[in-house]
Nanobody
């Protein structure tokens, strides 16, 4: 069992930056691929970024490539999403996820409760 708690969301102006954090419980954190999904109002939930167990492999949605960076610290059971050059279309609830199988085309086993990110124009 893995519990995920996100933090770091908030209101930011377009062009600004935010860093999301995800704290994971459980001693098996280092065996899970980690990622972030988001859901904007009236839209389906979508993949944002993912990272493999050893931080070597990453994957990003085309819409965030070059602006967002995912990272993890296995010693601290933490996952991060650094978001730069934010756009109003990045406004969404961001969810931290864990997948026991793969970082690529994730089908997460666990989801956090989400943190709101709002980007004003």
């Amino acid at each position: 069992q893995v519990q995920l708690v996100e933090s770091g969301g908030g209101l930011v102006q377009a062009g600004g930056s935010l860093r999301l954090s995800c704290a994971a419980s459980g001693r098996t954190f280092s065996t899970f691929a980690m990622g972030w999904f988001r859901q904007a109002p009236g839209k389906e939930r979508e993949f944002v970024a993912s990272i493999g167990v050893h931080s070597v492999d990453t994957d990003y949605a085309d819409s965030v490539k070059g602006r967002f960076t995912i990272s993890r610290n296995n010693a601290k059971n933490m996952t991060y999403l650094q978001m730069n050059s934010l756009k109003p279309e990045d406004t969404a609830v961001y969810y931290c996820v864990a997948d026991s199988r793969t970082f690529y085309k994730m089908d997460p086993d666990y989801w956090g409760q989400g943190t709101q990110v709002t980007v004003s124009s």
